[in-house]
């Protein structure tokens, strides 16, 4: 990619008072920006194509809501937003990684959430495959955990 394209970009981001965490390049060759607004936990991330065009934010950026559980050091996962010809492309993976590593960085204990309501069950096993991969426990009633084993590994020695 173009590096002025990538600048512009990166620029734009912080135009809208964010921060950028991480810039990788997805399976097919595209640039990844993950961002995220200033003193916010969400992870957004714009895909900059080979082709130059980018997504834009508040229109097709790809989202991860996420909150702070208020007197914890613990997140809730809200909702991952991927939509149409980015599903299953590796986009989602992308920013759990980020997630979790900022997870472990800012020594988070646990990450909670739920899985979405789905009828379809390829989906659903979608989204079991997906937490599962990424260390989620998936436990009754669509609940996830992720539970930081670094700090869990230090409390027990």
């Given at each position: 990619m173009d590096e002025t394209r990538l600048y512009a970009?990166?620029?734009?981001?912080?135009?809208?008072?964010?921060?950028?965490?991480?810039?990788?390049?997805?399976?097919?060759?595209?640039?990844?920006?993950?961002?995220?607004?200033?003193?916010?936990?969400?992870?957004?991330?714009?895909?900059?194509?080979?082709?130059?065009?980018?997504?834009k934010r508040y229109v097709n950026d790809l989202n991860m809501f996420v909150a702070r559980v208020p007197g914890k050091q613990a997140w809730k996962l809200q909702y991952i937003r991927i939509l149409g010809d980015k599903i299953g492309q590796g986009y989602g993976s992308i920013m759990m990684e980020e997630l979790l590593r900022r997870a472990e960085r800012e020594r988070i204990i646990y990450i909670e959430g739920r899985m979405h309501l789905t009828?379809?069950?390829?989906?659903?096993?979608?989204?079991?495959?997906f937490y599962s991969k990424f260390g989620f426990a998936l436990l009754e009633d669509r609940r996830i955990l992720w539970t930081n084993e670094q700090i869990q590994r230090q409390a027990t020695k």
């Open positions: 970009e990166l620029a734009r981001i912080e135009e809208d008072h964010c921060r950028v965490l991480h810039v990788t390049q997805s399976r097919h060759g595209d640039t990844v920006i993950l961002y995220s607004p200033v003193d916010s936990c969400d992870i957004n991330a714009r895909i900059v194509y080979a082709s130059g065009v980018a997504t009828d379809h069950k390829e989906h659903l096993e979608r989204l079991r495959y």
